[in-house]
């Protein structure tokens, strides 16, 4: 897959709200027509492009929509790394994260309550660390029972870190969940990976596709696929 790699060397940045944001640009071979997204977490304006279109009409896009831009910004939440006496978002609910120098160092659930020690300084990277172990354990558990209703046998699970896709599923032999869908409540993790399931049948959107999806997930996709939209960037808040 091509990334968002490409850049203008004539006018990489767009100024939004004040602040510089850099243009990507993703030359597609299927795409008919300019499509511009700001990323989740606000770093960069994403265009794709027609293999024809010129690199200064996809800037000129940019440039066009400034207004729509700066509204898409204004939208994304604040940054806000977890800290002591801070709040960590898990499974959809608020955890307190109560941090003493001398307790373990692996953090620990304890009623309402994130419980961990060691350096302070290194706080936000262990918090990670444990909430990508968390969201490994959760969707490996997910893909299985998803994969037995299928009829399939199990796949592998890794965990993604992309600014864009909350799955992937490249090949019929494994997928790949945006890890920070742990914090998301279950019944939206959980439709991430039935719909990369589904895929593993039907690598496609076609209508065996979603029958097999209604099949498997036990949930309503409308009402998750709503949450992603709503509130889909907050997961992007706590953590760089």
């Not at 990507?24 to 499509?35: F, G, I, M, N």
Request: hydrophobic letters at 45%; glycine letters at 6%.
């Amino acid at each position: 897959m091509i990334g968002w790699l490409e850049r203008t060397a004539l006018e990489p940045e767009l100024e939004l709200a004040g602040r510089a944001v850099p243009i990507a640009l993703k030359r597609h071979p299927t795409a008919r027509r300019l499509t511009m997204r700001l990323a989740p977490d606000g770093s960069e304006v994403r265009i794709t492009l027609p293999r024809w279109a010129a690199t200064s009409e996809a800037i000129a896009f940019a440039h066009a929509r400034k207004d729509w831009l700066e509204s898409q910004l204004a939208r994304v939440p604040a940054r806000t790394a977890p800290g002591a006496g801070g709040i960590v978002l898990y499974r959809g609910q608020d955890l307190q994260v109560a941090w003493h120098a001398a307790a373990p160092r692996r953090p620990a659930i304890i009623g309402d309550a994130l419980r961990l020690g060691g350096p302070e300084a290194r706080l936000e990277g262990r918090i990670r660390r444990w909430l990508e172990d968390e969201a490994l354990a959760l969707c490996e558990a997910d893909m299985r029972e998803y994969c037995a209703s299928a009829g399939l046998a199990p796949v592998p699970v890794s965990l993604s870190r992309a600014l864009r896709r909350w799955g992937s599923c490249s090949d019929r032999n494994r997928i790949r969940i945006n890890w920070r869908l742990v914090q998301a409540p279950d019944f939206v993790r959980r439709s991430v990976v039935a719909h990369e399931v589904a895929h593993l049948v039907h690598f496609d959107h076609s209508r065996a596709f979603h029958a097999l999806l209604a099949r498997i997930y036990e949930g309503e996709i409308a009402a998750a696929d709503r949450w992603l939209r709503e509130h889909g960037r907050s997961l992007y808040t706590a953590f760089g």
